[in-house]
């Protein structure tokens, strides 16, 4: 599977961007996807979980300013950024389990990354105020 983010970019303090994800694959809607986040010198952290039934869980540090979204007929998966704050400067992937369709375990823990096999190449998101 393939993964393409795009919609990165700057942003102000309290903006807003929305990234996307078109990942490729007839199974697509089956998938358990999530955005990610990583800064340079640092882990990789989740930022949005969603499963194929389009229920999203979130980490405390972004819950009530990003929103997990899919859109099965489009094949498109995006990441509604609001409140921006410079802490969310970061690289962003989107990821795809692939291995396990229909996963009844698609909730957001500090390690859902290892569920993940699938990944994007990234898309820059710099905050400033």
């Known amino acids: 599977v393939h993964l393409a983010e795009s919609g990165g970019g700057s942003a102000q303090v309290g903006g807003s961007l929305r990234l996307s994800c078109q990942p490729s694959?007839?199974?697509?809607?089956?998938?358990?996807l999530g955005w990610f986040r990583q800064v340079p010198g640092q882990e990789r952290k989740g930022v949005a979980i969603i499963d194929f039934n389009g229920v999203a869980s979130y980490p405390d540090t972004v819950k009530g300013r990003f929103t997990i979204s899919r859109d099965n007929a489009k094949n498109t998966l995006y990441l509604q950024m609001n409140s921006l704050k410079t802490e969310d400067t970061a690289m962003y992937y989107c990821?795809?389990?692939?291995?396990?369709?229909?996963?009844?375990?698609?909730?957001?823990?500090?390690?859902?990354?290892?569920?993940?096999?699938?990944w994007g190449q990234g898309t820059q998101v710099t905050v400033s105020s």
């Open positions: 990821a795809a389990d692939v291995d396990n369709p229909l996963a009844p375990d698609c909730t957001y823990s500090d390690s859902i990354g290892n569920q993940f096999e699938n």
């Open positions: 694959g007839d199974a697509y809607s089956s998938y358990c």
